[in-house]
T-cell receptor
Framework: ETGVTQSPTHLIKTRGQQVTLRCSSQ?????VSWYQQALGQGPQFIFQ???????GRGNFPPRFSGLQFPNYSSELNVNALELDDSALYLC???????????FGSGTRLTVV | TQLLEQSPQFLSIQEGENLTVYCNSS?????LQWYRQEPGEGPVLLVT?????EVKKLKRLTFQFGDARKDSSLHITAAQPGDTGLYLC????????????FGQGTILTVHP
């Protein structure tokens, strides 16, 4: 079975631009969660998608939005990028049970 | 807002020494997970503890969940250089899956 795949692996954007990050969930997993990990910190929960609907959101502004597709893959969109958005963005997929989250390797976003 | 306080933040020890990492919260979690993360990679699940007072062993690693399900510890016996990495604890709230609250992480360096 394939794991969680994220693309791109690295990205450099200019402040004010928009970015889309992509995640292919592990085969059979119907739940996708996105996390932001700043350098030297633990990941912070952004939001979760279950069956194409947002199923919970962390303390992030509306310019962070997402989508989940029928094949359970997902996108994270960030508008009006700020310097503080520079971080590792992690996608995790699961089968909706404790301890079953599988993380991708992340997308390193740098905003200049 | 649920918070997880992880300590220590940094740990530098010699090969063969023992160590303990702590994860504390004022909130109750339905489960608590420990992850290890290598640079440039996503977190990899080490263990999930669900029952208050539960102890799990994984070779030289021992994980404990507090009786009240608010705290946890990770103990490593006879640390090896291969144990070097970032260790993260993460709690799952209520009956929700995913939507993890992570601690700040402990950067462990084991010197040969």
């Amino acid at each position: 079975e394939t794991g969680v795949t994220q693309s791109p692996t690295h990205l450099i954007k200019t402040r004010g631009q928009q970015v889309t990050l992509r995640c292919s969930s592990q085969s059979g997993h119907n739940t996708v969660s996105w996390y932001q990990q700043a350098l030297g910190q633990g990941p912070q929960f952004i939001f979760q998608y279950y069956r194409e609907e947002e199923n919970g959101r962390g303390n992030f502004p509306p310019r962070f939005s997402g989508l989940q597709f029928p094949n359970y893959s997902s996108e994270l969109n960030v508008n009006a990028l700020e310097l503080d958005d520079s971080a590792l963005y992690l996608c995790a997929s699961s089968l909706a049970k404790p301890g079953a989250e599988t993380f991708g390797s992340g997308t390193r976003l740098t905003v200049v | 807002t649920q918070l997880l306080e992880q300590s220590p933040q940094f740990l530098s020890i010699q090969e063969g020494e023992n160590l303990t990492v702590y994860c504390n919260s004022s909130s109750v979690f339905s489960s608590l997970q420990w992850y290890r993360q290598e640079p440039g990679e996503g977190p990899v699940l080490l263990v999930t503890v669900v029952t208050g007072g539960e102890v799990k062993k994984l070779k030289r690693l021992t994980f404990q969940f507090g009786d009240a399900r608010k705290d946890s510890s990770l103990h490593i016996t006879a640390a090896q250089p291969g144990d070097t990495g970032l260790y993260l604890c993460a709690g799952a709230p209520g009956t929700s899956y995913g939507k993890l609250t992570f601690g700040q992480g402990t950067i462990l360096t084991v010197h040969p």
